[in-house]
């Protein structure tokens, strides 16, 4: 029993669904339970899920309606009791030991909440390895912004040490359920569900981190990620793509900004806000309507950050290093 539960969540993955649930199946520290949750896909994404968890300790939830990300994989989380939980996106290739490597990395770090491996790029429906990095470890920036590490680099002896990091890539990170349910809101919501989709394992990050809980990267444990959004691509995404991401740019800061982070990292915040609403009202009007969303649920968000903020163990200014040069990815010791 290797004490982990994995979860996938679909929308219209069919092309690549296959290559991921055969590379989670071969782990060597297979999963004891498996959960496939599928948004309203309009291709054969689920019928395809049910044909190929047949044999396997899995369970496919198909959803009418698509719900988002967040409320997709906390259903699968409350559907499962196991200690550990892999969030693994539908496009994304496990090594067969990465569980397993990262379970060992974490086994005598009592305060790991969260691990990830090395994600690199994928490519085509088998998902075949390429030579670019996809993540090596979410971190951030006094900006507000938060950035894949390594993405859309070559792969360098930089990306191959293992490090302490902001957070973990939504597409293959692991998890310590009782690090999940100390950050989780009622009823289970341990991933806001306000974001709908993107930015939530930032969100969730920052969450963990002000709890004390850290995120520990480990390289030896490698996955391939095809990524439909690329950071490099910029604003090229899909309208509703960048939509979201402009609300829950400011949805993020509202739940877990405090003053010391405003005051530290000022005024990098308020120059790239005022880029982002400037880019809303001319090149990408399509956004515009997320300001409006946004600025509808700031009180709710603040509600949530000033809750987030009493709960705190680790300090305020400790947090904003993060964020600031030299913090953004620390030495892992012994």
Not at 135 to 144: D, K, L, M, P
Not at 154 to 176: E, K
Request: charged share 25%; proline share 4%.
């Amino acid at each position: 029993m290797s004490g982990v539960a994995a979860f996938i969540v679909l929308h219209n993955h069919a092309g690549t669904l296959r290559a991921t649930v055969a590379a989670l199946a071969a782990q060597t520290a297979r999963p004891d339970r498996i959960v496939v949750v599928d948004n309203a896909s309009s291709d054969n994404s689920l019928a395809l899920a049910k044909e190929l968890i047949r044999g396997l300790p899995a369970e496919v939830v198909g959803w009418q309606e698509n719900r988002g990300f967040a409320a997709a994989a906390n259903e699968a989380i409350r559907r499962t009791s196991e200690p550990w939980v892999l969030a693994l996106n539908p496009d994304c290739r496990l090594a067969p030991d990465y569980v397993e490597t990262l379970l060992a990395a974490t086994a005598r770090r009592e305060r790991a909440g969260a691990a990830t491996g090395l994600l690199l790029r994928a490519h085509g429906a088998e998902l075949a390895a390429g030579p670019t990095v996809d993540s090596a470890g979410i971190v951030v920036t006094a900006a507000g912004r938060h950035l894949d590490r390594g993405s859309g680099r070559a792969l360098g002896s930089g990306w191959q040490r293992p490090a302490w990091v902001f957070g973990a890539s939504g597409a293959a990170a692991l998890y310590r359920r009782t690090a999940l349910e100390d950050v989780a809101y009622p009823a289970g919501e341990v991933f806001d569900e306000t974001f709908f989709s993107y930015r939530e394992d930032a969100d969730l990050a920052w969450r963990l981190q002000r709890r004390a809980w850290r995120c520990l990267y480990w390289p030896a444990a490698r996955a391939w990620h095809a990524r439909g959004l690329k950071p490099e691509l910029a604003r090229r995404g899909t309208a509703a793509i960048n939509r979201h991401s402009v609300r829950n740019r400011f949805l993020l800061r509202w739940s877990n900004a405090d003053w010391r982070w405003r005051l530290a990292c000022f005024p990098w915040w308020l120059l790239r806000d005022a880029a982002v609403v400037a880019a809303c009202l001319t090149v990408e009007r399509s956004s515009r309507p997320a300001l409006a969303e946004a600025w509808a649920l700031r009180r709710r968000q603040r509600a949530r950050g000033e809750a987030n903020a009493s709960r705190a163990l680790a300090s305020g200014w400790a947090l904003t290093r993060w964020f600031l040069p030299g913090g953004r990815a620390r030495r892992v010791r012994g």
